[in-house]
């Protein structure tokens, strides 16, 4: 139900990326226009039925390898470089061959800055203001969703941040966002990369 709705959502552009013309998300748009209601629903059964498995590893670092961008995602620069983190989150490929090959065995390393794993547990445990509930309220105690509500734990924080910035933004304004949009609208941008490295680093 949940998958199905972000389909349509995604079709509508009820629900777009946070940044104009960024190439993933117009594309995934256009998949979603194109998808008729029968093979959403296949494709729900079929993604429905899969176990989610951890592939990402979130890092805590001052500097971090040199990158580049690869076609819609970062990788390391081969040899030895390396970059200030500078208050960012850089998630990368493990390994851009894997990736270009479609690799479903492909993990990925999030770089997040020192502290950011204790400080987005703290945000999660406690609300991150007083009008909102606690994220495990309505994602579970593990955060691997509950009913409606989808699963935060073990996915990519670079995704997630960009949901929640989605939602402060805008750019995720569906009909069933609200309770999100208020979220996010207590969260700075340190506090999104926090509790996105806290959730992505949990069991998924
Ligand atoms: C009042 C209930 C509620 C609370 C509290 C809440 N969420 Fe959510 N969250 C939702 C719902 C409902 C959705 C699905 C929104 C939609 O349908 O677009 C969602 C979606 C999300 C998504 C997008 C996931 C995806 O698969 O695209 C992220 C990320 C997220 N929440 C993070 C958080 C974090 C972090 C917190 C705590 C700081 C939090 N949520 C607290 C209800 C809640």
């Known amino acids: 139900m949940y998958f199905i709705r972000q ?8 629900r777009h990326g946070a940044l104009a ?9 256009e998949v979603a226009k194109a998808t008729t ?11 429905g039925r899969m176990r989610a498995k ?28 390396s970059e200030p983190l500078d208050g960012r ?19 990925f390393t999030t770089f997040v800055p020192l502290g950011s794993i204790e400080r987005g547990r703290r945000i999660a445990a406690a609300a991150p203001a007083k009008s909102v509930t ?5 994602h579970g105690m593990d955060l691997r969703g509950i009913a409606l509500v989808p699963p935060i734990a073990g996915r990519s924080p670079a995704y997630l941040l960009r949901q929640l910035i989605g939602f402060k933004s805008g750019a995720r304004a569906t009909a069933t966002s609200a309770p ?3 979220v996010a609208s207590k969260l ?3 506090d999104m990369i926090a509790v996105a490295a806290y959730a992505g680093s949990r069991r998924p």
């Not at 606690?134 to 309505?138: D, E, G, P, Q």
Request: proline fraction near 5%; glycine fraction near 12%; charge should be negative.
């Open 89 to 107: 989150l850089m998630e990368m490929s493990n390994d851009i061959e894997r990736h270009e090959l479609h690799d479903p065995g492909e993990t």
């Open 134 to 138: 606690r994220c495990a309220t309505c």
């Open 188 to 190: 700075e941008l340190g």
């Open 180 to 182: 999100m949009q208020l």
């Open 54 to 81: 951890r592939r990402y590893t979130v890092v805590e670092r001052d500097k971090i390898p040199g990158v580049y961008e690869a076609g819609g995602l970062y990788a390391a620069k081969p040899g030895a470089d």
């Open 7 to 14: 389909l349509t959502d995604l079709g509508s552009g009820a």
């Open 37 to 47: 209601r029968e093979e959403a629903a296949d494709a729900a059964r079929y993604f």
């Open 21 to 29: 013309g960024w190439s993933p998300s117009a594309r995934m748009g």
